[in-house]
């Protein structure tokens, strides 16, 4: 047997299975239905978010919920700049293994935000939601264009 790490992600991404019924309620919200796995579109919003807030938290209990092969290459290749980004080592893409967890961790903090954003008292209606998201993901492009401070290594 290899001790070879491999660039593969593991079959599955995971989810914290505290924090799953989150995704799932989510799941059923106009803007995620309509996507091809609303459950992927949800884990890279979640992802993005946790990263943009630089916070991690590491799953307690794994529920694996995103097969891997639903994984285009643009957004593997999201998933490996961020691991880059967070461990300032191109190698990194050789770990499937620990892009993946970079990934999840991300996201396990990311999804809370995400939920909240959605089910705030304060916003009431779907489209209320996206414009709010929309709003916040245009802010974090801007700041990262306006930056020169942002590298990957």
Same mark, same amino acid.
């Given at each position: 047997?290899?001790? &070879?790490?491999?660039?593969?992600?593991?079959?599955?991404?995971?989810?914290?299975?505290?924090?799953?019924?989150?995704?799932?309620?989510?799941?059923?919200?106009?803007?995620?239905?309509?996507?091809?796995?609303?459950?992927?579109?949800?884990?890279?919003?979640?992802?993005?978010?946790? /990263?943009?807030?630089? @916070?991690?938290?590491?799953?307690? &209990?794994?529920?694996?919920?995103?097969?891997?092969?639903?994984?285009?290459?643009? !957004?593997? /290749?999201?998933?490996?700049?961020?691991?880059?980004?967070?461990?300032?080592?191109?190698?990194?893409?050789?770990?499937?293994? !620990?892009?993946?967890?970079?990934?999840?961790?991300?996201?396990?903090?990311?999804?809370?935000?995400?939920?909240?954003?959605?089910?705030?008292?304060?916003?009431? &209606? @779907?489209?209320?939601?996206? @414009?709010?998201?929309?709003?916040?993901?245009?802010?974090?492009?801007?700041?990262?264009?306006?930056?020169?401070?942002?590298?990957?290594?």
């Amino acid at each position: 047997m290899s001790n &070879k790490k491999s660039s593969d992600l593991p079959r599955d991404l995971h989810v914290d299975e505290d924090k799953h019924g989150m995704f799932k309620e989510l799941e059923e919200e106009e803007m995620f239905k309509k996507t091809y796995a609303p459950m992927k579109t949800i884990f890279l919003y979640a992802m993005a978010i946790g /990263w943009y807030s630089k @916070q991690r938290i590491p799953l307690k &209990k794994k529920k694996a919920s995103i097969p891997s092969s639903s994984i285009s290459e643009k !957004e593997r /290749w999201l998933l490996n700049a961020i691991a880059v980004a967070e461990t300032r080592d191109i190698d990194i893409i050789r770990d499937g293994e !620990e892009v993946a967890k970079i990934a999840e961790e991300y996201a396990n903090y990311g999804i809370d935000i995400l939920y909240n954003m959605r089910y705030d008292n304060k916003i009431r &209606k @779907q489209s209320e939601f996206y @414009q709010v998201l929309d709003l916040d993901i245009s802010r974090v492009i801007k700041s990262y264009k306006s930056t020169s401070d942002f590298t990957l290594l």
